[in-house]
């Protein structure tokens, strides 16, 4: 990690339940959700026992998982705030997750205050979370609802309020493709997304890496815990750029696009496990 990038506090310092009342009364917290595993992944502390013990079994599988999820975190940030600076100012962030630090609207924010950004994610947890801390934050909201639904996520009138799909938007999807099955047309899915933005607008993406027999039991474990989908190879995610036009570096991973600082090679497989890439609509 970089001294510009997130940092986040590490697991050790979550308690060992969150206070009480900070969560919706009507959901399974035997279950364990995939926001609030990456949540304890990252260090937070809204998740509950079931999310741990995933995100447990996560870092055993992976030494330095943690490292992998904050490089993701960082290249967030890094890309938001390129975006930003190339006159972006409208942002739908796709499956994203509890909020952390260093969120997509601070990043955007931080370069262009007018920004506008809108969170979706199907965890009510994170629906409650995100309107207690942005609520005094008229350029951003958040809707639940699966990012699946492309139509029904981009007919939402919370979205319509502050996205104008006529000009460009930053469309993320980070760390939550992977989460799709094959049968499910993941590309289709993003395709119809693609279809109804701007010319102007970017696919910002990152996935899991398919490693072979490296990442075979890891890719087991997780996605068992976590649902469905799957790892997939670098060519199969770059398949998801088809028809855009990546930025430089390209589909890289993750530690690799626009590092603030270089970076030692070989990289370990940690620094391999998720790849991203930036693409524009022309």
């Known amino acids: 990690m970089t001294q510009g990038d997130a940092l986040p506090h590490p697991l050790s310092q979550a308690s060992s339940e969150p206070p009480a009342g900070w969560a919706p009364t009507d959901i399974d917290v035997s279950t364990p959700s995939i926001a609030r595993v990456y949540d304890a992944i990252l260090g937070g502390k809204d998740n509950f026992p079931a999310d741990r013990v995933v995100a447990d079994q996560f870092m055993q599988f992976v030494p330095g998982g943690r490292e992998a999820a904050q490089y993701n975190r960082a290249l967030l ?29 601070q990043a955007a924010q931080s370069v262009a205050p007018d920004a ?35 139509q029904k996520v981009l007919a939402h009138p919370d979205l319509r309020a502050l996205i104008d799909l006529d000009q460009p938007v930053g469309l993320i999807l980070f760390g939550v493709v992977h989460h799709i099955n094959d049968d499910e047309d993941p590309a289709g899915v993003i395709r119809h997304y693609r279809d109804a933005l701007a010319a102007g607008s970017y696919l910002f993406l990152t996935h899991f890496v398919a490693h072979g027999e490296q990442t075979t039991e890891l890719e087991k474990m997780l996605l068992a815990d976590l649902g469905t989908g799957r790892f997939r190879t670098l060519a199969e995610i ?18 690799l696009w626009r590092p603030q600082e270089p970076v030692p090679e070989p990289l370990t497989l940690t620094e391999k496990l998720v790849a991203g890439g930036l693409a524009r609509k022309a």
């Not at 705030?81 to 997750?97: K, M």
């Open 77 to 105: 940030n890094r890309g938001v705030r390129y975006l930003a600076e190339q006159g972006v100012r409208q942002f739908i962030d796709l499956g994203s997750g509890l909020p952390t630090v260093s969120n997509t609207h």
């Open 238 to 255: 770059g398949e998801y750029f088809d028809g855009l036009d990546l930025v430089e570096p390209g589909l890289v991973y993750n530690p």
């Open 116 to 150: 506008r950004v809108v969170y979706v994610d199907n965890d009510p947890i994170v629906l409650a979370h995100g309107r207690a801390l942005l609520a005094e934050n008229r350029n951003t909201t958040v809707i639940t609802a699966d990012f699946r639904h492309s």
